[in-house]
């Protein structure tokens, strides 16, 4: 399948959009930015500036049984080199305070890059939303403004493990971004669980709960797509993924602004983030 071949095989599904010049997201019309919004998912085209090669050749030498990144010690249940239980997922996972302790220059560089690729999405999400933008940095616990937490992720699937590759979820934060380069993503669409093509040049954009939270009141919300990653059957048995969350402060406060700035509601992250671990496990 050629490239256009691939881009009208999405349309109508999958929106795709790209960073301006003017530094905004933008859709090419109106019915893409609202199936984006209502999805919670969409492709953006990778800006020119972003070095994923560099980055994909660490996330291999990440995976090699004798890399020193493995020895990485966990720093509470999310960060270090985790091997989760009953599925085929191991990653390397270390939030943006520790990206210049354990990364190289050029992939702590390259994180917040992707920080500033996740920053013009949320306020393009909260522009949307008509939320004043005095208002944003407090409503987004820091992020919007170039704060809150940032997780950037070298991910990996065994598929000589027999396990799923991740079950289905709903991410928490507000913005994750995806370098999607194998089969296996599988996005929920009209109650039906639908595979997410390879897109060569474009990353895969998922809004979570908490942008889904922080948008209820405005006037236009965002949905928090519920994806699986299926069981890795491949020719190279490992699948590689880079994965970049953007999130509030973990420790902080969320606020619900509608859109003459007055204040509809607010939860702590902690207990927003344990109601939705309840609602997952329970």
């Known amino acids: 399948m050629t490239r256009n071949e691939q881009l009208a095989s999405l349309e109508g599904t999958f929106p795709i959009g790209y960073i301006s010049d003017q530094s905004r997201l933008?859709?090419?019309?109106?019915?893409?930015?609202?199936?984006?919004?209502?999805?919670?998912?969409?492709?953006l085209k990778i800006p020119e500036h972003l070095n994923l090669d560099k980055?994909?050749?660490?996330?291999?030498?990440?995976?090699?049984?004798?890399?020193?990144?493995?020895?990485?010690?966990?720093?509470g249940e999310l960060e270090g080199f985790i091997?989760?239980?009953?599925?085929?997922?191991t990653k390397l996972a270390l939030s943006r305070k520790l990206w210049g302790?354990?990364?190289?220059?050029?992939?702590?560089?390259?994180?917040?890059?992707?920080?500033?690729?996740?920053?013009?999405?949320?306020?393009e999400v909260l522009r949307e939303a008509g939320i004043p933008e005095a208002f944003w940095g407090?409503?987004?616990?820091?992020?919007?403004?170039?704060?809150?937490?940032?997780?950037?992720?070298?991910?990996?699937?065994?598929?000589?493990?027999?396990?799923?590759?991740?079950?289905?979820?709903?991410?928490?934060?507000?913005?994750t971004i995806l370098d999607v380069t194998a089969p296996g993503l599988q996005v929920k669409i009209d109650g039906r669980f639908e595979d997410l093509p390879v897109l060569p040049g474009h990353l895969a954009i998922h809004f979570g709960e908490?942008?889904?939270?922080?948008?209820?009141?405005?006037?236009?919300?965002?949905g928090a797509v519920e994806h699986q990653v299926l069981s890795q059957k491949?020719?190279?048995?490992?699948?590689?993924?880079?994965?970049?969350?953007?999130?509030?402060?973990?420790?902080?406060?969320?606020?619900?602004?509608?859109?003459?700035?007055?204040?509809?509601?607010?939860?702590?992250?902690?207990?927003?983030?344990?109601?939705?671990e309840k609602n997952l496990t329970g």
Request: some cysteine; aromatic content about 14%.
């Open 210 to 222: 908490a942008l889904n939270y922080i948008t209820q009141h405005s006037d236009r919300s965002v």
């Open 101 to 123: 302790q354990h990364y190289p220059k050029e992939i702590a560089d390259f994180g917040r890059q992707l920080d500033e690729l996740g920053v013009v999405i949320m306020r």
């Open 26 to 43: 933008v859709f090419v019309n109106s019915r893409d930015l609202d199936r984006a919004w209502d999805l919670g998912i969409f492709y």
């Open 83 to 89: 091997a989760l239980e009953n599925n085929q997922q």
């Open 234 to 276: 491949a020719t190279n048995p490992i699948r590689h993924g880079i994965v970049y969350f953007g999130n509030p402060d973990l420790d902080g406060m969320l606020w619900q602004f509608d859109a003459k700035g007055e204040s509809k509601g607010s939860s702590s992250v902690a207990d927003l983030f344990a109601r939705l």
């Open 138 to 175: 407090r409503a987004s616990g820091g992020y919007a403004a170039g704060e809150g937490t940032a997780f950037l992720n070298f991910v990996h699937y065994d598929a000589r493990n027999p396990y799923q590759g991740l079950r289905p979820h709903t991410d928490y934060g507000f913005v």
């Open 55 to 75: 980055a994909r050749i660490f996330g291999c030498e990440v995976a090699a049984p004798d890399s020193d990144y493995r020895k990485i010690p966990k720093y």
